[in-house]
Antibody, heavy 123, light 110 residues
Framework: QITLRESGPTLVKPTQTLTLTCSFS??????????VAWIRQPPGKTLEWLAL???????RYSVSLKSRLTITKDTSKNHVVLTMTNMEPADTGTYYC???????????????WGQGTLVTVSS | QSVLTQPPSASGSPGQSVTISCTGT?????????VSWYQQHPGKAPKLMIF???QRPSGVPDRFSGSKSGNTASLTVSGLQADDEADYYC??????????FGGGTKLTVL
């Protein structure tokens, strides 16, 4: 059974750096083709893809947010970490991590999702 | 403003079929067969319904089908059921390591 779970602060102040951890089980991030992505959703709005890291440590970032994002993995701990710098109120939303399975051929295919974690940016 | 354009709402009666469109450009949907569709119930995480334009993940009923023509992708839900009522989002690879989503369509089962 594949599960993912996001953890991190629920409240950050403007200009601070956000660090989120995705803890997963039921699959290995060493399996060819597998990746873990971060996607966020502001309240009442649509989804926004942020970043993706593949089994081979290949990393992909949203063009518009690339300068603020870093994604890393720790395969021994089954963790993927996302950091986002210089947070602002517009970054408020639910942050999800999701698995990109080996059977997908595209970067936009995420089959298993965490429950999401709500991050509020406010002073 | 989302990169991919979806109608804000769609509806149908139980048993009927509904089609939701997702319009992009020649830089995303038109260039790649990498369209996915997600279903999201209120307060829940999205669920993958269709990937690579037409493929269904294991466990997704065949009442859900996807297609693409030019710069527009479509999701058809046949034999509508009450539990199909949810928000549906399309997504596409857009080149240059970028993934874009649609604005979402709220499907109501009358």
């Amino acid at each position: 059974q594949i599960t993912l779970r996001e953890s991190g602060p629920t409240l950050v102040k403007p200009t601070q750096t956000l660090t989120l951890t995705c803890s997963f089980s039921g699959f290995s991030l060493t399996t060819p083709g597998v990746g873990v992505a971060w996607i966020r959703q502001p309240p009442g709005k649509t989804l926004e893809w942020l970043a993706l890291i593949y089994w081979d440590d290949d990393k992909r970032y949203s063009v518009s947010l690339k300068s603020r994002l870093t994604i890393t993995k720790d395969t021994s701990k089954n963790h993927v970490v996302l950091t986002m710098t210089n947070m602002e109120p517009a970054d408020t939303g639910t942050y999800y991590c999701a698995q990109r399975p080996f059977y997908c051929t595209s970067t936009s295919c995420f089959d298993f999702w965490g429950q999401g974690t709500l991050v509020t940016v406010s002073s | 403003q989302s990169v991919l354009t979806q109608p804000p709402s769609a509806s149908g009666s139980p048993g009927q079929s509904v089609t939701i469109s997702c319009t992009g450009t020649s830089s995303d949907i038109g260039s790649y067969n990498y369209v996915s569709w997600y279903q999201q119930h209120p307060g829940k995480a999205p669920k993958l319904m269709i990937f690579d334009v037409t493929q269904r993940p294991s466990g997704v009923p065949d009442r859900f089908s996807g297609s693409k023509s030019g710069n527009t992708a479509s999701l058809t839900v046949s034999g509508l059921q009450a539990d199909d009522e949810a928000d549906y989002y399309c997504s596409s690879y857009a080149g240059s390591n970028n993934v874009v989503f649609g604005g979402g369509t709220k499907l109501t089962v009358l």
